[in-house]
C-alpha cells in the first residue's frame, strides 16, 4: 500500500509563498496535488508526469510550480504570490489510479 505524507503548509500573508513536499513510500510515475477548501470538493490543482510534464487548474498558472524529485521519491508544490483563495487543505495523489490519501498539510492565506 503506497503511503503518502504531505507537509510545508502554514499561514502566510497574501503575496507570501509555500512549498509544499508529498513524500511517497514508492516510485510513483505521475502524480499530482489537490486542494480542499471548507465546504467545496477536492479539485485537483496541478499534476506532473513522469516525462516532466506538467499541468495546472487555470487559478494556479503562473503562480504555481510542481515538481519532483525521483531519488527522495517526493514531489512538491512551489505556490507563489499566494491569495485567499487559495487556503485549503492541499493533498498529493498518484495519477490516474489514485492510492489511500493522506492527511494533507493545511494552507491558510490571510488578506
Known amino acids: 500500500q503506497v503511503r503518502l505524507v504531505e507537509s510545508g503548509g502554514g499561514l502566510v500573508r497574501a503575496g507570501g509563498s509555500l512549498r509544499l513536499s508529498c513524500r511517497a513510500s514508492?516510485?510513483?510515475?505521475?502524480m499530482a496535488w489537490y486542494r480542499q477548501a471548507p465546504g467545496k470538493e477536492r479539485k485537483l490543482v496541478a499534476a506532473?508526469?513522469?516525462?516532466?510534464?506538467?499541468d495546472y487548474e487555470d487559478s494556479v498558472k503562473g503562480r504555481f510550480i510542481i515538481s519532483r524529485d525521483n531519488a527522495k521519491k517526493t514531489f512538491y508544490l512551489q505556490m507563489n504570490s499566494l491569495k485567499p483563495e487559495d487556503t485549503a487543505t492541499y493533498y498529493c495523489?498518484?495519477?490516474?489510479?489514485?492510492?489511500?490519501w493522506g492527511q494533507g498539510t493545511q494552507v491558510t492565506v490571510s488578506s
Open positions: 495523489n498518484r495519477i490516474p489510479f489514485s492510492v489511500s
Open positions: 514508492e516510485s510513483i510515475n505521475n
Open positions: 506532473i508526469r513522469l516525462g516532466g510534464n506538467t
